[in-house]
Structure formats: C-alpha cells, structure tokens
C-alpha cells in the first residue's frame, strides 16, 4: 500500500493554511505542524467571497447532508466523497429538561450519524475526500474506536485502502464496527497517546494519509458543521449555551470556529454563547487546568470507561480552555459511575441511548445545572456525540433484567406485579 501527495489547487473559498502560534502561512497540502514552532495549522477561508457568494437560500438547497456546507469545507471536488453523513437530529429534549429543571434544552443527536453512528462520519468524510484530492490510495488513523469505525468505512465506500491503529484494550463492538469493513487492523499494546506516537512515525515512513495527523487540519474542519447544522435547525439561530464532550478538544473549538464563521459571512445574528466542556475524572487533563486557572495542560495516563475521549495529551487542550474562559463557560468532570448514571438518565428520559462520551456529557450538565451554572431559561444544546451500542459493557450490570415467564396469563400477572413492586421500593424515601 503506497502513496503519493502531490500539491492541491485551491478551491474559491479556502486558500492556505496557517500556524495558530506564529501565523506562518502554508500551501494547503498534507501537512499539520508548523516548520518553525510547530504549532497547528488550520484552514483559513477567503470570508468576503464566501459573504458574497453564500446565503441561507443556497445551503438550504443543498444536499441532505454536511456537503450542504461544501463552501466552508476545505476541498476542492465538486463530487465529494458524501454517504448521507450530517442533519442528525436536533431533539427538544423536554423530558430530560424537566428532570434537571431547565425550560430550553435540546440534544444534537450524533448517535445516529451515518454510517457508523458517531460524528467521527463528518470528520472523516471530509478528510478522505482531501486526501484523494492530494493523490493518497492508502489512509489511516490513530483510533480510540469511533474513529476507526468511520475511516474503514468510508474508505472501503471510496475505494482507497485502509490501515488503523486501535489500542488493544477497546470495546468489542467498536473492534467489530471496523473489522467488518475488511481494513487491516493494528491493535497497539499501550495507551491512545502511544498508539499516535506510533502513528506518527508510520506517517513519516510510509507516506500514507493519517486522518488525524498529516490530514488533521482538512479532517478537524468537518466538526464545524456540528455548529453550522444546529444554528439552521435553530431557524437561523445561536443558542445561548452548548455543553460538548472533550478529549482532544478539536470538535469544542471547532463548533465554536463553525458559530464564528456563519457569523463573519452573515448568515446569523450574533450574540454571547457559552461553551461549556465535558471530561471523564479518570482523564480531564482539560479540566484539571480549568479548575487551577492554568493556560496550559498537563498530560495524563488515561483510566476511564470513557475509552472514546480519554486522550491524555490532547492537541488542541489550550484552545478549549481559552474558549471556555473568553465565554464565560465552563469545563467540569464526573466519575464512571456518574458516566453510567448519564447514560442512563438520557435513555429513560429522551430515548437516546448514547455511549460513554454521552454519558460524560450529560453527566456534566447535570453537573452544572445543579451547581446553578446553567441559567435555566438559557436556549442549551447539548452534543451527544456517539451511539451506546458500541460501549455496552459499560452499562453491564447496571440495567435491569428481562422477567423470564411461562406462556401463560398467571405467570405473567404474577411477573408484573413483582416488576410494580420492584419500581416502587426504587422510588420510595428511605426513613431514617
């Protein structure tokens, strides 16, 4: 499996890349580090000729989907690599509102993003389309397992070969979710921090497409139309708050660049909202440096059942936390077992059933709204980012039983009765 990148003609709309610690500016090709501090680069946009070209009206009649939003989207193809990925729902979560007290709550609902039910389909989506715009037949990825999902199964839908790297610890349904596309798979014996180091290596040696390294800035640009959906959901709106899970900290930073960017092109009004992230104790390196007022992130040993965001270096940490801060937000984390309740919680209230990084997220909110750190009356979107089928072991043993009967009339009157007996010991007051 080889590879060439070659140099990329610009689209109207993007037009380099640039550092965000120095500002040195780049031709856009594979490449994700600055040659002279090596900061990140991102994607920068001609913004007047999108002002000028780009109107509520065009994306409307856009295809059902984030190529919808091609203009603010760093390729150049007028056929991009599009299988139905983007407009999940955005839910009124009115049920799970009532229980934690708020007026105004709704859930972005990446749990049933297609085609592998996690918003990891946005980024790679995007990512797999540059990467055969720069001439690449191989891809990869360093994974903690939604990732790998996506990019086995976008690849095998494009035709271009594909090669993963997991941590050898992940969750069965995760490694089944990209075993079945037919890519190979490398399980690393160590951490997803290692598991990108190792990546990192490979790039430089073999000149294959890494989504998330020499790609990452094309690839990082997808999360935007998380930001770019809920405002069109909205009516053309900002919401007041958003609570988003954190592990590397790119799709909170881009939501916030997609929020900015419909703003600078004048596509909606503009107003204050606060960012607020979300992170599993057992690796909240991002949290941990919010709560001592540090401008920079101390990495950590991931330990976790939130396998899907336990990035114990995260990349775009200090970013977050400056979002967060200039926004009045804030970044909060909860315990496994306050992660299961989450998940819990929004499945009994929304019938959403949400991994780990859900649960975190809806864990947080929970978090905050009783901490008075959410305004109740506050118009509060909550991204929920990944489905629950593919983490069940976290909620083995924590769920209830079926009530196994004869097929009989008397058996099951006898069954339903120890259930009403078993719900009303769980709600009633302990006396003391």
């Known amino acids: 499996m080889t590879a060439t990148a070659t140099a990329a003609t ?35 946009y001609d913004i007047s000729q999108l002002a000028n070209t780009v109107t509520r009206q065009t994306i409307e009649a856009g295809p059902h989907s984030i190529w919808r939003y091609r203009p603010f989207l760093p390729v150049t193809s007028d056929n991009p690599i599009d299988v139905g990925t983007g407009m999940t729902p955005l839910v009124k979560a009115n049920r799970l509102a009532r229980r934690l007290g708020l007026k105004n709550l709704y859930i972005k609902n990446d749990a049933v993003n297609m085609p592998t039910l996690s918003f990891k389909d946005r980024v790679v989506s995007v990512a797999l389309t540059r990467a055969r715009e720069l001439g690449f037949t191989t891809v990869s990825c360093a994974s903690t397992g939604n990732l790998a999902n ?19 610890d992940l969750e069965a349904g995760k490694v089944l979710g990209t075993l079945i596309y037919a890519p190979t798979v490398m399980a690393v014996q ?11 290596e490979v790039a430089n040696t073999h000149g294959w497409g890494f989504v998330n390294i020499n790609l990452r800035p094309y690839y990082s640009e997808g999360s935007k139309t998380l930001g770019y959906e809920v405002i069109e959901q909205l009516g053309w709106e900002l ?119 859900g649960g975190t997220t809806i864990a947080v909110l929970e978090k905050l709204v009783a901490a008075g750190k959410i305004d109740p ?4 979107v909550v991204y929920i980012t990944g489905n629950g089928l593919k ?26 009765e120890r259930s009403r007996t078993l719900e009303r010991l769980e709600w009633e007051p302990v006396l003391v």
């Open 10 to 44: 610009t689209s109207a709309h993007f037009t380099h890349l640039k550092c965000k610690e120095c500002g040195a500016e780049y031709e856009p090709q594979a490449i994700h580090v600055c040659e002279y501090c090596f900061g990140p680069l991102e994607v920068r």
């Open 150 to 168: 996506s990019t086995a199964a976008i690849a095998a839908h494009a035709g271009l070969d594909c090669c993963v790297f997991i941590p050898a």
């Open 190 to 200: 160590g951490n997803y921090d290692q598991v990108n180091r190792l990546c990192s």
């Open 239 to 357: 919401p007041d708050h958003v609570v988003a899970p954190l592990a590397s900290g790119s799709l909170y930073t881009k939501i916030y660049k997609g929020f900015r960017e419909f703003v600078e092109v004048g596509l909606v009004e503009d107003k204050a909202v606060r960012f607020s992230g979300a992170q599993a104790e057992g690796c909240s390196p991002i949290a941990q440096a919010f709560r001592e007022n540090r401008d920079f992130v101390t990495p950590v040993k991931p330990n976790t059942i939130a396998k899907s965001i336990a990035i114990g270096n995260p990349a775009d940490g200090v970013y977050a936390l400056d979002i967060a801060r200039k926004t009045q937000g804030q970044i909060e984390s909860v315990t496994d077992a306050e992660i299961v309740a989450g998940i819990k919680l929004l499945a009994e209230t929304e019938g959403i059933f949400t991994e780990t990084a």
């Open 377 to 380: 009356e506050e118009k509060t």
């Open 391 to 416: 983490t069940q072991e976290a909620i083995q043993g924590c769920i209830g039983e079926p009530l196994t009967i004869e097929p009989k009339l008397a058996s099951f009157e006898r069954a339903l």
